[in-house]
């Protein structure tokens, strides 16, 4: 799903579909509400991928002379490196050395090492309506994600009838979160 499909699948679970209507690039009032879904499904993307499923990547980084390479050499923001690789393709030693370092102790100066790793995607936007989740909906349904912006949306509205609908999308958010499962594979996908 797009970002767009995302807050018209939020807007229905809302009945907010009026409000958020169909002009884009959103203004006003349906800016508004479609800034609150946005913040919504990104609370949900990332607790998705802190705890249970995170996109992962691969990306060759340059050793420096202390033999590290920094988190902000990589691509994409990091939640941990899980194997690094050396030019001839052997698993190598590396460790985190403290929170801005990765040292790779048996690997000379300048060498290029292989760094693959989890990451957390970047944040969804109003403004960005074609993005699609960085996981795929094998992994994780994204209609989850609408859920829990519903729900999130619904709870800050406030009255009666809204907070009995925000616990109907609180418990399908619970119950498909607890279906995700950890990733424990450290399979890659071809990102080259």
């Not at 009945?15 to 879904?37: H, Q, S, V, W």
């Not at 995607?121 to 795929?136: C, G, K």
């Amino acid at each position: 799903m797009t970002v767009l499909q995302m807050l018209n699948e939020t807007a229905t679970y809302t009945d907010t579909t009026n409000e958020l209507g169909t002009t884009t690039p959103y203004t006003g009032a349906a800016l508004t509400l479609a800034n609150k879904f946005v913040s919504g499904l990104n609370y949900a993307k990332n607790k998705i991928c802190r705890e249970r499923y995170a996109p992962d990547y691969r990306q060759s980084v340059t050793l420096d002379s202390d033999l590290r390479f920094q988190p902000a050499d990589l691509t994409y923001t990091l939640l941990y490196v899980y194997k690094v690789l050396n030019s001839d393709g052997d698993e190598i030693t590396c460790k985190q050395f403290d929170y801005n370092n990765y040292e790779c102790p048996y690997e000379e100066s300048g060498a290029t090492v292989t760094v693959y790793y989890k990451y957390l995607p970047s944040d969804f936007s109003s403004s960005s309506l074609t993005t699609e989740p960085s996981f795929a909906e094998k992994h994780v349904d994204h209609k989850l994600l609408c859920y829990y912006a519903a729900y999130q949306y619904l709870l800050l509205e406030g009255d009666t009838i809204s907070l009995g609908k925000s616990s109907y999308w609180l418990n399908l958010w619970n119950d498909g979160f607890n279906t995700v499962l950890t990733d424990t594979s450290v399979q890659v996908d071809e990102y080259w």
